[in-house]
């Protein structure tokens, strides 16, 4: 029976230029990559920097760091949406230049801090830029087919796994010259995205495609409410909140507990966070396409989120720091997980929708980035510190595991066994 967004997708790809489709996705894929080490270059001076401002030690610190991740989170829930459908209806290429654009004037004002209030206003506007994933994704979205979804957001997460790799390594040895040069460097970087962006990125969205804006969609809710149309996708959803929600253990609490558990400085710090985004990598790149190819979504999502949770148990358990290293290398199969969930919800969806969609699931993960800051730091200072009465730092850890092992069973229990690339839920009316 379906399936409309698999037809509609396919038949937009078709539409646009091959050449113009592979360079875009380029543009989109150095956008992200640009994107992420701005954002991953200060996370192993973030200890440092709070504490030349606050006074704040590790522990106290966390509650610091998580608010500012918090405000983040929460610009993205209240604009995620609002911005993917304002690519709906005035296409991706203008969105995405006016939030990389911001996002430049944000590392700049977080760089010339003077103090907490400073950084809190930074972060608000990054918030804001942030939002633009859901444009980026909705890219993604316009230029793939049923057999390159998979595999183009695969891409994406590659961005991810080498912005992670670069931006921490090289914050942390920005970080030996002062905790605020890594800002100026994502300020710059930012920049150059956008001069680059502005000249070479093209449009996907054919004006044809686009549909009026409403307001009525245009909110977390709405987006949640037309999400009602698509069969199944619902629980799809609810698997990848569960997921997100664990992985915000890894900005929140991997500096923190790190600098706790193993005494490492900015440097160390930036090194284990390489380690984990140059395996990312590697696995998106060359694991994760042949394996969809293989034997399909459903199954690498629940083989990703084994590894993921069984990783969350290695990082809570690890005593040693050169454990840390041997659970990244054991475990980094879990990068497999987002993006075939990503492909699968993203496969029932047509193109006039896919902002509409993309931004309900930025909206969503930002709720999960929400609420994560909150539970990984209060998890972390009840179970660390002079006051703790059970010391066990690797507490956060073991929470994200047992969220991972909670989308798991729902996942096999109410997501239907589909296999191969191009899957999704059917729509429930044509």
């Not at 396919?10 to 992420?36: N, P, Q, T």
């Not at 380690?275 to 994760?288: D, N, R, T």
Request: charged letters at 10%; aromatic letters at 14%.
């Amino acid at each position: 029976m379906f399936r409309r967004g698999e037809t509609e997708t396919a038949g937009s790809s078709a539409m646009i230029d091959e050449k113009r489709a592979r360079r875009g996705l380029a543009l989109v894929f150095f956008i992200l990559l640009m994107d992420m080490m701005g954002i991953a270059l200060i996370m192993p001076v973030m200890p440092a920097y709070l504490k030349e401002l606050t006074g704040a030690n590790a522990t106290e610190g966390v509650m610091e760091g998580s608010w500012l991740f918090i405000v983040y989170s929460l610009m993205q829930l209240l604009f995620g949406t609002f911005i993917g459908n304002l690519s709906d209806r005035f296409g991706r290429r203008p969105v995405l230049l006016a939030s990389v654009l911001t996002f430049a004037i944000d590392n700049l004002i977080c760089a010339l801090a003077g103090s907490y209030g400073m950084l809190f206003i930074g972060r608000i506007l990054a918030g804001i830029s942030g939002a633009s994933y859901a444009t980026a994704s909705a890219y993604v979205a316009d230029v793939s087919t049923d057999e390159t979804r998979a595999k183009n957001f695969g891409l994406v997460g590659i961005s991810f796994g080498v912005g992670f790799t670069l931006g921490p390594v090289l914050g942390g040895l920005l970080g030996e010259f002062g905790p605020r040069v890594p800002f100026f460097v994502a300020a710059g970087l930012s920049f150059l995205n956008f001069v680059v962006a502005m000249f070479l990125l093209p449009e996907t969205l054919e004006p044809h495609q686009r549909r009026k804006f409403e307001w009525k969609r245009a909110n977390p809710l709405g987006g949640l409410l037309q999400l009602r149309k698509y069969r199944g996708i619902g629980w799809i959803v609810s698997v990848m909140f569960l997921f997100w929600l664990a992985h915000v253990v890894y900005p929140v609490a991997w500096p923190f507990v790190s600098a706790y558990r193993y005494d490492w400085g900015p440097l160390m710090i930036s090194l284990s966070l390489g380690a984990w985004g140059i395996f990312s990598a590697l696995i998106m790149a060359f694991v994760l396409p042949p394996t969809v190819k293989r034997i399909g979504e459903w199954k690498t999502a629940t083989v990703g989120m084994t590894f993921s949770m069984l990783g969350f148990l290695g990082y809570a358990f690890a005593w040693e720091g050169w454990v840390v290293f041997a659970v990244v290398v054991l475990t980094c199969m879990e990068n497999v997980a987002d993006p075939a969930l990503r492909s699968i919800a993203a496969a029932g969806v047509p193109p006039s929708e896919q902002g509409d969609l993309q931004g309900t699931l930025t909206s969503l993960s930002s709720v999960s980035s929400i609420l994560g800051p909150i539970i990984f730091s209060y998890v972390f200072a009840t179970y660390s510190g002079p006051g703790a009465t059970v010391h066990f730092p690797g507490a956060p850890y073991f929470v994200a595991a047992v969220m991972i092992g909670a989308g798991l069973g729902v996942f096999i229990l109410r997501v239907p066994h589909w296999r191969g690339s191009g899957t999704a839920a059917a729509p429930t009316h044509h």
